[in-house]
């Protein structure tokens, strides 16, 4: 009952921050237009906030569960270490995603803005997000610690809701330092001498939890997002019609959010209990991880029907095109249905593999599980919407 009410506060509070998040990406339609390829970034920054800091979190509340997490300032110490290492993979990710966003519009033939245009506005609005999500992360981690929550159970939907609500505005004012003759190409160049120095400052601090975090996060975090950069392409592909119904872009945030944040919720509980022996490793789930599973489809229900009301209802308040409240809540629950059963498969065997090959599940977890839903929430998303005729 206490993480059925936890979890649930958490994810209400999430589907407000998620909702003004989805109300800034349908305000932002000229936007869209005037910066083509945008849309490809967007998932994906939006997914690695929450991959990033979101394993902050449950590296926190593992720390904490165990019994060794300390409120210290000392360089050597777990929170003095995680805000550091966080730090640095969001200034390299931030650049690499804006990359990487640049060469998947290019190899798949969408019209996009230059590579240095996407790098300023991914890496500055990485880097204004970041400082906010950040804090966030820490304070959530705190008050746990101070005021006995469980942290699993509300710091992934907080943390992620967080980096939701202000990586939009964030890349939205990056977008006025791009496409300025010089300037443009010059603070390109500095961003990514920056990032790469800071990174391998990081992997020689000879801190041994900085550099563990670093050796196992990256390859996760790249392959993730890879993995939301091809979801950002199938929005991309789609946008004229989006465009043409801004409800369903209002839904995007709030429905790929939720489903991420209930994926990280059983993801960060599996991490505790597998550190703690209260679940094994087993490769078919036995009844105590059946019963984390009921949890998250009790969740989805009630979630998931909230997300195509919410989007809706806030579209019309704001004079924004919505295809009808029926039609609204069908995608919604229908995409959410196909979306939670594979969160639960995802996070699950990800958890198990990772903590039976001597990985730490909190580093792996998390960034995989949301990046797996932003893809398949966005992809069950419009092909739930190609169903309904909409787009």
Aim: proline share 4%; net charge neutral.
């Amino acid at each position: 009952m206490v993480t059925l009410k936890q979890g649930f506060v958490a994810l209400l509070i999430c589907s407000g921050g998620n909702l003004l998040a989805g109300l800034a990406l349908g305000l932002m339609t000229h936007t869209l237009e005037a910066l083509p390829g945008l849309m490809v970034l967007i998932p994906a920054a939006i997914g690695m906030r929450g991959n990033i800091f979101g394993a902050l979190g449950s590296r926190l509340g593992t720390a904490i569960h165990s019994g060794i997490f300390e409120l210290s300032r000392r360089r050597e110490g777990i929170l003095a270490q995680n805000i550091y290492v966080s730090t640095v993979l969001g200034l390299i990710m931030s650049l690499f995603l804006g990359i990487l966003a640049w060469l998947v519009s290019l190899i798949f033939g969408l019209e996009s803005i230059s590579w240095t245009d996407f790098v300023v506005i991914s890496t500055l609005g990485g880097i204004i997000s970041g400082v906010v999500v950040l804090v966030t992360t820490v304070l959530i981690a705190v008050a746990s610690y101070r005021w006995g929550w469980d942290a699993d159970n509300v710091s992934t939907p907080l943390v992620t809701t967080a980096g939701d609500l202000v990586t939009i505005p964030s890349l939205y004012l990056a977008t006025f330092v791009a496409g300025i003759p010089y300037v443009t190409p010059i603070l390109s160049a500095i961003l990514i001498v920056i990032s790469m120095v800071s990174l391998i400052m990081a992997l020689f601090s000879g801190l041994n939890i900085v550099y563990k975090v670093l050796l196992e996060s990256l390859p996760t975090l790249l392959l993730a997002g890879l993995v939301v950069i091809l979801a950002g392409v199938m929005v991309e592909s789609r946008i004229k019609a989006l465009i043409a119904l801004p409800a369903l872009l209002v839904m995007i945030p709030l429905f790929i959010d939720n489903s991420g944040n209930m994926g990280g919720i059983l993801s960060a509980r599996l991490a505790s209990k597998l550190h703690l022996g209260l679940i094994n490793s087993h490769r078919i789930p036995e009844p105590a991880a059946w019963r984390e599973f009921g949890i998250i489809y009790i969740f989805g229900g009630p979630v998931f029907t909230m997300v195509g009301v919410t989007s809706h209802l806030v579209s019309r308040l704001v004079g924004l095109g919505s295809p009808g409240l029926l039609e609204m809540v069908g995608i919604s629950l229908v995409a959410g249905l196909m979306t939670t059963t594979l969160a639960i498969l995802v996070a699950y065997y990800i958890a198990v593999g990772t903590f039976r090959f001597g990985l730490d599940p909190d580093n792996h977890g998390i960034p995989a599980v949301t990046s797996s839903m932003d893809f398949l929430g966005i992809f069950f998303l419009i092909f739930t919407m190609v169903l309904f005729g909409l787009v």
